[in-house]
């Protein structure tokens, strides 16, 4: 055997013991919950205590919320005494005139949508918090609001429920 042959089947058995020795951990969804505490998460309807409303929007986001716990970690979503408990309400959604046209005229509004959390981890309480959660998009005024509203509400509270699993599961 030629010495670099030796030396390459020395130095693959290194690697190999190596690697053997190694524990890699990659969490692909996200979350960091010790499921030997935590087994399950309730989720209260979040009620509309705003003055402007759109009724469909209360299901949405409970809906939305209620799967990225689902579909994002192995916890299991009830309505109540869960190890992890979610509440609050929608407490802003508003449209600003953002652009005005050369005409004096609204060419760009913006929505905003705002949501108070109140989030308890039963199995460590030093992680419990009270906090706030914002979301704007913007639409031509040239539409009417009726016509974008689904879409832009849903990217909202798409944006606000990431907001909300990252504060509470996923430690960011």
């Known amino acids: 055997m030629t ?29 960091s919950v010790n499921y030997n505490l935590t087994k399950s998460i ?14 469909p ?8 919320l209620s799967d ?3 579909n994002k970690t192995k916890l299991q979503v009830l309505q ?14 508003s449209q600003l ?3 005005i046209s050369s005409d004096g005229y609204s060419a760009q509004t913006q929505l905003k949508m705002t949501v108070n959390v ?4 039963n199995a460590n309480h030093s992680e419990d918090f009270e906090k706030t959660f914002s979301a704007t998009t913007e639409y031509d005024s040239s539409q009417q609001l009726t016509a974008v509203q689904e879409t832009l509400v849903q990217e909202m509270i798409d944006e606000i429920v ?8 996923a430690n960011w």
């Open 42 to 55: 309730s989720v209260e309807k979040f009620p509309i205590r705003c003055a402007y409303v759109w009724a």
């Open 68 to 70: 990225a716990y689902s």
């Open 118 to 121: 109140r989030f308890t981890n």
């Open 162 to 169: 990431d907001q909300i699993f990252n504060a509470t599961v």
């Open 57 to 64: 929007m209360e299901a949405m986001f409970y809906n939305s």
């Open 3 to 31: 010495k670099i042959r030796r030396l390459l089947i020395i130095l693959s058995a290194t690697t190999l013991v190596l690697l053997a020795g190694c524990k890699v951990n990659i969490s692909l969804n996200g979350s």
């Open 80 to 93: 109540r005494n869960g190890d992890m408990h979610l509440a609050g309400e929608i407490t802003e959604y």
């Open 97 to 99: 005139n953002k652009a």
